[in-house]
């Protein structure tokens, strides 16, 4: 199994900085892409960035310049540094990833996990 864990959620206030981790464990044989997704109260989840292997990134047209997503393959970790948060940042922020997996039967690709999710909320 696969579990993807967020940390680093939290109150800030407008203008502030937050740095969300997303950890990746078990039968991982290689991590593909990872994401950062968002659910405000009310509306839909929305992609924020994401990140291939080989280091590509994207980013939500909201959200350009102001986020940065990285990750290091040796943690099997992913970041999300958010600077010059604005109020309509606040939501849950969720992880995802496409992942193969070692199983007793071979290799199991390109699964997709989400993380639990982690508040983030910017006070005006």
């Known amino acids: 199994q696969v579990q993807l864990v967020e940390s680093g959620g939290g109150l800030v206030q407008a203008g502030g900085s937050l740095r969300l981790s997303c950890a990746a464990s078990?039968?991982?044989?290689?991590?593909?892409?990872m994401r950062w997704y968002r659910q405000a109260p009310g509306k839909q989840r929305e992609l924020v960035a994401a990140?291939?292997?080989?280091?590509?990134?994207n980013y939500a047209d909201s959200v350009k310049g102001r986020f940065t997503i990285s990750g290091d393959n040796v943690k099997k970790t992913v970041y999300l540094q958010m600077d010059s948060l604005k109020p309509e940042d606040t939501a849950v922020y969720y992880c995802?990833?496409?992942?193969?997996?070692?199983?007793?039967?071979?290799?199991?690709?390109?699964?997709?996990?989400w993380g639990q999710g982690t508040q983030v909320t910017v006070s005006s």
């Open positions: 995802n990833g496409d992942v193969d997996r070692a199983t007793a039967y071979g290799l199991e690709r390109n699964r997709n996990y």
């Open positions: 078990g039968t991982i044989f290689s991590i593909n892409a």
């Open positions: 990140i291939t292997s080989g280091g590509s990134t």
